[in-house]
């Protein structure tokens, strides 16, 4: 299973964008849809995920700010990023988990994205 990560970009303070994450390949059903971010100097931390039946959780630094998403039918999770800071500079990449499907079987996976760049700078 494939993810295609995209919607990176610079913005101002106070700004916002929109990244989307598309799964592609052999894929039974999708669980659990997330993204986390990667500061420089620092660990990978969830910032929001969104299960099957639309139940979502968030970090506490984001919430209010951040809206996740998912379009069941396109496989592509959404993170609408609103009031963005500075500190919410970092390498966002989304994780998506779930149940593949191939000759022998089924399988259960859990996918990266390659990493999108966002930047938060006056």
């Known amino acids: 299973v494939q993810l295609q990560a995209s919607g990176g970009g610079l913005v101002q303070p106070g700004g916002s964008l929109r990244l989307s994450c598309a799964a592609s390949g052999s894929i039974f059903s999708i669980n659990v849809m997330g993204w986390y971010r990667q500061a420089p100097g620092k660990q990978r931390e969830l910032v929001a995920a969104v299960s099957t039946g639309g139940s979502t959780n968030y970090a506490h630094s984001v919430k209010g700010r951040f809206t996740i998403s998912r379009d069941n039918a396109k496989n592509t999770v959404y993170l609408q990023m609103n009031s963005l800071k500075p500190e919410d500079t970092a390498v966002y990449y989304c994780?998506?988990?779930?149940?593949?499907?191939?000759?022998?079987?089924?399988?259960?996976?859990?996918?990266w994205g390659q990493g999108t760049l966002v930047t938060v700078s006056s």
């Open positions: 994780n998506v988990q779930g149940v593949g499907v191939r000759s022998s079987g089924y399988y259960d996976f859990a996918s």
